[in-house]
């Protein structure tokens, strides 16, 4: 990631462009700019060889207007409080744009999970609890899995908080595992909603699925999943980068090989019959149709934005393209949908986890994906719409942000925030 941006800088601006083009005044401006409340924690844990090592947790609660604060925890080395604070800005607007009943919040934790033992990363995710445990809770704040964190790490956080509490208060985390309080479909919800996203696009575009040709950077959680159902759809997957190097063939590369061949040996580089992708630049050139960013922020920017070829991009990860980067892409007319949409599958199956924790009654993995489909393609359309018919030349984002923020700022005024 590119740290001369900042992506809690880019996340303000993204606002007070929204406030303008709206023509709202700016106190809406001032309510949003910053978030109501982040912690900053030191969690000591003991290591397996005996001695002691702190790591800094942050929790940063954007706003609440809408419901509970929302949003994931991310282990990373290296993330800081700026980046908490820009990636719960993203999650108000996401929930505002899907019209799920919760605010925006983030957590992080700067750790390597790679130079750590199970041990010792469940003695991290009990301690993060421990400190934030106060300003938590199934009506407060409600954390999710999110880069290097999944359903284990979800559910020594959900014990954690259970037992300060006394009781089994499952709804206060999402992501979990199905066998305490999870929600069938939520591993795979973050790239099924990726998918709707890309098939309403191309729909848009009058561009045949049918072998078109795909380009993801990341493959984890997101990346991997989108890349099996593009593939099953029949697109092919031709590139695939992650932390360590890529892998690229114009025939597909097969989704589960590939993840395979990364569990074996670390990543998807070397992967059978590929050629590698060493850079970052080099991914987002390839000769493809649709990218799909699912890895980290400011990935995209000016120069990268300059080789794209593809008349899609869907935005699987947060913040992957800095303005810059955005401008570019305006210019060439690639349909980019932006991240505040194309990934808020995850925040909505996490929605439909929490109601069935809630009332403890559990619905059918058919029930979820319809839901799901549901809402991703409604805000999809909502949006496109805004797009299309606003009077000035909006992007996919800023029209994502127009219309999340006029939903934010008439409850904001309902409520007697502003005006
Ligand atoms: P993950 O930890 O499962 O996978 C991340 C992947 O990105 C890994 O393959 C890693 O090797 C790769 N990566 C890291 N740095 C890279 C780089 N410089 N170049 C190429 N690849 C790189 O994480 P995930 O859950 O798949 O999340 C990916 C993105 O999607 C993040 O931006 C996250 O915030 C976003 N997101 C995730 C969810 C979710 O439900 N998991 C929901 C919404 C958004």
Request: proline share 4%.
């Amino acid at each position: 990631m590119d740290k001369k941006v900042n992506s809690y800088h880019i996340a303000q601006s993204q606002i007070k462009t929204a406030v303008e083009q709206l023509g709202l005044p700016m106190d809406v401006y001032e309510w949003l700019k910053s978030p109501d409340r982040v912690v900053e924690a030191a969690l000591s844990i003991r290591k397996d060889d005996g001695s002691i090592k702190t790591f800094t947790g942050y929790r940063s609660q954007h706003n609440n207007v809408l419901g509970p604060y929302k949003g994931g925890i991310r282990f990373h080395p290296d993330v800081d409080a700026d980046e908490a604070k820009a990636l719960s800005i993203w999650m108000t607007f996401k929930c505002a744009v899907v019209r799920v009943p919760y605010g925006g919040g983030k957590g992080a934790v700067d750790c390597n999970p790679r130079e750590l033992s199970q041990g010792e990363l469940e003695r991290i995710s009990r301690q993060y609890i421990n400190s934030m445990a106060l300003i938590l809770g199934p009506e407060r704040d409600i954390p999710a899995p999110d880069v290097n964190t999944n359903a284990q790490t979800m559910a020594w956080m959900a014990d954690e908080y259970c037992k300060i509490q006394q009781h089994n208060e499952f709804g206060v985390i999402t992501g979990k595992p199905i066998d305490v309080g999870g929600c069938v479909g939520r591993e795979t919800a973050t790239s099924r909603g990726v998918f709707h996203a890309i098939k309403e696009s191309a729909r848009a575009i009058d561009l045949p699925l049918e072998g078109a040709k795909v380009a993801i950077q990341g493959y984890g959680n997101v990346g991997y999943y989108a890349a099996r159902f593009l593939t099953d759809l029949g697109c092919r997957v031709i590139g695939v980068t992650d932390s360590s190097g890529g892998a690229y063939d114009e025939k597909g590369l097969e989704p589960d090989e590939l993840a395979q061949h990364k569990k074996e040996t670390g990543s998807v580089k070397g992967y059978a019959n590929s050629s590698p992708i060493d850079t970052v630049k080099e991914l987002y050139s390839l000769d493809c149709d649709i990218l799909v960013p699912a890895a980290l922020e400011n990935q995209v920017d000016a120069e990268v934005a300059r080789g794209v070829k593809a008349k899609i991009m869907v935005e699987g990860a947060n913040g992957p393209t800095t303005p810059d980067g955005d401008d570019v892409l305006k210019e060439k007319n690639v349909l980019v949908v932006p991240d505040i949409l194309a990934n808020s599958g995850g925040v909505i199956v996490s929605y439909f986890e929490w109601v069935q924790n809630n009332y403890s009654y559990y619905w059918k993995e058919e029930e979820i994906e319809s839901c799901l489909e549901d809402k991703v393609c409604d805000a999809f359309h909502a949006v496109y719409n805004y797009c299309q018919h606003h009077k000035q030349n909006v992007s996919m984002r800023e029209a994502a942000f127009m219309y999340a923020l006029e939903r934010l700022a008439s409850v904001m005024k309902i409520r007697g925030w502003w005006g």
